[in-house]
């Protein structure tokens, strides 16, 4: 399928949740987190996105907690203008505060630099058996991952499983190396 397809089906299936299912969901997506290979536990600096509630994004309260429970270090991301993203240490003295699109994200704090990133936590809609995802269109993973250590390890969160093909994957789309849902992980290349 094509992105823009699986765009508007995944947002389309998502919607249809119900609020006790998705936190069902985004428990057991936690519970499964905790399955990744020990390289990615190794690691102290964890990227973790803060979901958009109205768009029954999942719920990362539970893998915040995970990470917290681990001592790593947990950074948050901030949508600036330029359609990039900045990265922020969470302390006990973060304030966050809502975005024009209902995005929880950091006012101010401790920046942290794509470079310093050991594990990213990869929001998306659908993603496929090749490791490629589709997130809202907009670009900002891509742009981040990009600016990323190569060895820096991408961890996709999906509340759906695997398609087979993304057709219309390009050579910007930076590849997952995991993706966890409810049920399983994945690991790319797949075997």
């Known amino acids: 399928m094509l992105k823009k ?17 998705l936190l069902e969901n985004s428990l057991s997506i936690a519970n499964q987190v905790l399955r990744l290979p020990m390289r990615v536990w190794r690691s102290s600096y964890f990227h973790l ?11 990362t309260s539970f893998l915040l907690s995970v990470l917290q429970g681990k001592d790593k270090h947990v950074v948050l991301p901030k ?14 003295s973060t304030r966050l505060k809502k975005n024009k699109w209902n995005i929880p994200e950091p006012v101010e704090g401790i920046e942290i ?7 990213v936590f990869v929001p998306l809609l659908a993603f496929d058996q090749e490791g490629q995802r589709v997130g809202y269109g907009k ?26 093909r993304i057709e219309d994957s390009e050579d910007t789309d930076v590849p997952l190396d ?5 049920k399983r992980v994945y690991s790319f290349p797949m075997e």
């Open 178 to 182: 995991y993706c966890v849902t409810p």
């Open 113 to 119: 630099a794509p470079s310093q990133i050991d594990v």
């Open 5 to 21: 397809d699986l765009r508007s089906h995944y947002i389309r299936l998502r919607d249809s949740i119900p609020r006790e299912s």
């Open 49 to 59: 996105f803060l979901p958009i509630e109205e768009k029954k994004e999942i719920d």
């Open 79 to 92: 949508m600036l203008d330029d359609q990039r993203l900045a990265h922020y240490l969470l302390t006990d």
């Open 139 to 164: 670009g900002f993973y891509d742009r981040f991952l990009a600016e990323c250590r190569p060895d820096t390890i991408k961890v996709g969160l999906s509340l759906f499983e695997a398609e087979k």
